[in-house]
Each structure stands twice: as C-alpha cells, then as structure tokens.
C-alpha cells in the first residue's frame, strides 16, 4: 500500500521560505510520476508543480504552475524516498493546505497537471503565510 506524508508546513511572513517534505513508502517509485498540488479556504484545489521520474537522476522533468515558477522547486531523494518542495519569496496567496501526490507512470520529457492523473494522495500539510 502506498503512503504518502507530508511535512514541513508552518506560519511564516511574507517573504520567507519553506521546505516541504513527503515522505513516500510501500512502493518503488523510479518511473513514476510525483507532485505537488494546494488547496486554499473557499476555492478549488489547484497543481503546484510536477516531477517526472525516469531512471532516476538525471533525467527528471519538472514542470511549474505560472504562479509559482521561479519561486518554487520540486526535487526528489532517491535514497530516501522522499519528494521536496522548496518555497522561497512566500506571499499570502501562497497559503493553502498542500498535498504530495504520486502517478503511477511517467515517461521521458512528459509532465502533467490533471490530479485525475495522480492515483494517490497525500493528507497535505497547512502552510500560512501572514502579510
């Protein structure tokens, strides 16, 4: 059985910077496809970001919401099975729960966006940031 969890999350201002963290277990996850996705108070979850998985490093695709691009990077530690999501430059429309996603193929410079595309999901980690 997959699991993933997250950490990392907290109340920070304006400005500052996050490591997200998900923990991944009960699979092996080379060709597989991971992300990143959020969901605010009152409005639809929305994608954050997408990493493609093949072989390993070093042929990752990654791909960005415009929102977040040039802020945010998703990486991922192979040894440790664990997906990251570091958040720089933080604004407070950046607050939202956020969840680790996993997708059960991948394929060389492919990415997606569609959570229908992602098979299984985080509980997702609070992230406030204040103004």
């Known amino acids: 059985q997959v699991q993933l969890v997250e950490s990392g999350g907290g109340l920070v201002q304006a400005g500052a910077s996050l490591r997200l963290s998900c923990a991944a277990s009960?699979?092996?996850?080379?060709?597989?496809?991971m992300g990143w996705f959020r969901q605010a108070p009152g409005k639809e979850r929305e994608f954050v970001a997408d990493?493609?998985?093949?072989?390993?490093?070093?042929?990752?695709?990654?791909y960005y919401a415009d929102s977040v691009r040039g802020r945010f990077t998703i990486s991922m530690d192979y040894a440790k099975n664990t997906l990251y999501l570091q958040m720089n430059s933080l604004k407070p429309e950046d607050t939202a729960v956020y969840y680790c996603?996993?997708?059960?193929?991948?394929?060389?410079?492919?990415?997606?966006?569609?959570?229908?595309?992602?098979?299984?999901w985080g509980q997702g980690t609070q992230v406030t940031v204040s103004s």
């Open positions: 996603v996993l997708r059960t193929w991948a394929y060389v410079g492919t990415y997606t966006y569609r959570s229908a595309d992602y098979k299984y």
């Open positions: 009960g699979d092996t996850f080379n060709n597989h496809g």
């Open positions: 990493i493609s998985i093949i072989d390993e490093t070093p042929n990752e695709t990654t």
